[in-house]
């Protein structure tokens, strides 16, 4: 009786690693249309369906983003939709926070902590703060594109695109997603840009900061399931790929919209399972 209950259950676990490597495609073709909002998917996917905790498994999706993101800059820069100037203003106050958060920041948080009578492990607090993003970016993707007003802020640009750098770091170090849904609608509201020049900057912002904050986990000698993670890192990068060469040829607003949904749907489920 025990034997075809532990071949089913081997079984079920092979069809849920299949399913998690196939998400990393979806996720990577959704990087590549929309220059953010796949990568939120990466923690669930890890934690979820690979079992890996939290902690870890922000390390392993900026490695995953960031490489995904690489490839989307690449595809981006032969059709000359990067804005270097601005990326770099953007990426380097961001890469200086992610390396911080992932390096200092999360081995500093204790496993467990306390507010009075309210408990709350390190795991939770992660994932817990993850949902809220979830929500918050499909709050970012719903909102219909017409409702970004250009904004003139004159000279003192520079300053508020460094500091929304440093906002995105700081939350891209503790959860591991890449922050695209945040930096694209600034490029657009603040400098005026085309969404096609704001998805290829922020895939080259997100690349950045991405691969500093997982090198900045590696100083932490956290040990890497390589096994695991290349091959998911190679169809995320695949994804990617696919996805930039059908940005102009897909109706971004209508994937966009239903995509939105989706992840709202996954944070809330997400909050309501860590809370309980």
């Not at 929309?34 to 900026?62: C, N």
């Not at 000698?221 to 930039?244: K, N, Q, R, S």
């Amino acid at each position: 009786m025990l034997l075809p209950f532990l071949h089913a259950q081997s079984a079920l676990m092979e069809w849920v690693e299949i399913a998690g490597y196939a998400m990393a495609l979806v996720i990577g073709a959704i990087l590549g249309l929309l220059g953010g909002g796949g990568s939120v998917l990466i923690m669930p996917v890890l934690v979820y369906l690979f079992h890996i905790l939290p902690a870890e498994a922000t390390a392993y999706s900026l490695f995953v983003v960031g490489c995904g993101a690489l490839m989307g800059t690449f595809s981006s820069l032969k059709k000359n939709q990067v804005d270097w100037k601005t990326g770099g203003l953007f990426a380097l106050p961001s890469m200086l926070a992610v390396y911080t958060v992932q390096r200092w920041g999360l081995p500093a948080i204790p496993e467990t902590w306390a507010m009075g009578q309210f408990e709350m492990s390190k795991d939770t607090l992660i994932m817990g703060t993850f949902a809220v993003l979830m929500i918050a970016a499909a709050y970012s993707m719903l909102k219909q594109q017409s409702d970004l007003k250009q904004t003139s802020f004159g000279n003192g640009l520079w300053w508020i695109i460094a500091i929304e750098g440093l906002f995105v770091g700081t939350i891209t170090g503790f959860v591991g997603a890449g922050g695209g849904f945040l930096i694209v609608p600034v490029l657009v509201i603040l400098l005026g840009m085309s969404m096609e020049i704001a998805v290829g900057t922020s895939l080259l912002i997100i690349s950045i900061k991405s691969l500093v904050g997982f090198f900045g986990s590696m100083g932490n000698e956290a040990e890497v399931d390589w096994m695991l993670i290349l091959p998911f890192m190679a169809l995320t990068v695949v994804g990617t790929h696919l996805g930039t060469l059908m940005r102009s040829r897909v109706k971004g607003a209508t994937l966009k919209r239903l995509f939105g949904w989706f992840i709202l749907l996954m944070g809330v489920v997400i909050l309501l399972t860590e809370l309980n």
